[in-house]
């Protein structure tokens, strides 16, 4: 079992940075898939971002557009630890962020769909204001 705690979210303003944490417990936090998804207000959970690993060795990102250049994913394996940072952040970035983990790795599993995902964390939100 794998438990995943978010950190990180906040109020900020448009054009502002933000740091987000995702601290997961277990021991093979190397070989798993870590993404973040958000949701907001009456809107679909939809894909940010995703670190995937093939064995503990490789790692792939993806971003979904519209974060692409403004938020990076990053991740500490000492400290089974997965970041997400966001800059130049917009009032539609306004959201719940959640941390997800997939214990699945192939290169053939879709990392952008959530029921790639087999853990879940329990959100933070991220209030951008214009």
């Known amino acids: 079992q794998v438990q995943l705690v978010e950190s990180g979210g906040g109020l900020v303003q448009a054009g502002d940075s933000l740091r987000l944490s995702c601290a997961a417990s277990?021991?093979?936090?190397?070989?798993?898939?870590m993404g973040w998804f958000r949701q907001a207000p009456g809107k679909e959970r939809e894909f940010v971002t995703t670190t995937t690993s093939l064995g503990s060795i490789t790692y792939n990102t993806y971003y979904a557009d519209s974060v692409k250049g403004r938020f990076t994913i990053s991740r500490d394996n000492a400290k089974n630890t997965v970041y997400l940072q966001m800059n130049s952040l917009k009032p539609e970035d306004t959201a719940v962020y959640y941390c997800a983990g997939s214990s699945r790795s192939s290169p053939y599993i879709n990392y952008r769909s959530s029921t790639s995902y087999d853990y879940w964390g329990q959100g933070t939100q991220v209030t951008v204001s214009s």
């Open positions: 277990g021991r093979t936090f190397s070989n798993y898939a």
